[in-house]
Structures are given as structure tokens and as C-alpha cells.
């Protein structure tokens, strides 16, 4: 049994691993298992996971049976648009999908954000898997973009929104 509960810095460790095990297998049969590993060590450096656990504003949630990290979840109000929060990321470990592991980060991470009218999420385009749970939370694609996770990826993404409250 999983349950949710905000990171912390003692969780860097088991979510980079957690990262590197999911991102190796959602994106590799996209990008490539060369791209892929320049993600990880792009975004999910020990400083890069410690800087955004620490972060004012934002919300990062763990799913933990005491032994193991089976999902996370980040999001944080946006800079640009008001009263948007932004899910930067919610992933779960390939052998705890289907455990309702992300339904229940989702439901956490929904509650986080009081001041907040809508959720966006950037999606990768070919990842049917996240754009159907997505769609199944109520998010409906508004546009697309070629910067999925920053300026000037090159990733493309489809992106989508939620009416929140």
C-alpha cells in the first residue's frame, strides 16, 4: 500500500533512480536511450531533484509503501499565466502502474494549488498511455508546442488543461 506525502530532501536519491527507471521506460522507443539518459542527467540531477524539493510554491509528492518510491508528482503555480498551476511532472515506476498510484498524487496535487482556477501539463505527442490518463482526469488539449519541459528543447508536446474547484 502506497501512500502520498511531499518529498523531501532524504528522497533525492530514490527519485532519481525512480526517474531515471520510468523515463528510461516511457521516452527510449521516442528519443532513444542516448537522448534519454541527456534528460535524466539534464533534469533530474541530484541539484536539479534537491533545488525543486526545496522550492517556495511549489508542491512535490511522493506515493511510499515504506520500502520503495512507486510515483511523484510536481507541480508549482505559474510565473506566467495567473491563477494556472503547472504539472511539471507526475510519473509512476512501470511495475506500480495500474495500482492507482498517479490517480492518487493527481487527487493530492489538485487540492495544493487553492488560489488556482486551471492546470496545464505539457504531454509527449506519441505517449498515449499519459494522454489517456490525462483525458480520464479531465485535461483536453488547448495547443502544442515544440519546448515541451523549456525554451528551445526541441520536444514536442501537446498541451493540456483542467478546469480546477
Known amino acids: 500500500m502506497f501512500f502520498v506525502r511531499t518529498a523531501s530532501e532524504r528522497d533525492v536519491d530514490a527519485l532519481r ?3 531515471a527507471e520510468t523515463f528510461h521506460a516511457t521516452y527510449d522507443g521516442f528519443y532513444g536511450p542516448e537522448k534519454v539518459q541527456q534528460l535524466i542527467d539534464a533534469w533530474h540531477s541530484l ?9 517556495k510554491g511549489g508542491e512535490f509528492l511522493v506515493a511510499d ?9 510536481y507541480a508549482a503555480m505559474s510565473k506566467t499565466m495567473t491563477k494556472t498551476a503547472m504539472l511539471h511532472q507526475l510519473y509512476v515506476r512501470p511495475s506500480c502502474q495500474r495500482m492507482g498510484i498517479g490517480r492518487d498524487l493527481f ?7 487553492p488560489d488556482a482556477e486551471i492546470m496545464r501539463l505539457e504531454v509527449e505527442p506519441r ?3 499519459a494522454i489517456a490518463f490525462y483525458e ?4 483536453v488539449e488547448v495547443d502544442r508546442t515544440t519546448s515541451c519541459g523549456g525554451p528551445d528543447s526541441g520536444l514536442p508536446a501537446i498541451i493540456m488543461e483542467k ?3
Open 163 to 165: 478546469p480546477l474547484g
Open 136 to 139: 480520464a482526469h479531465g485535461f
Open 107 to 113: 487527487a493530492e496535487l489538485e487540492t495544493c494549488f
Open 47 to 55: 541539484p536539479a531533484l534537491k533545488a525543486r524539493v526545496e522550492k
Open 65 to 73: 509503501d515504506g520500502r520503495r518510491l512507486g510515483g511523484m508528482a
Open 127 to 129: 505517449n498515449a498511455a
Open 17 to 19: 533512480g525512480l526517474l
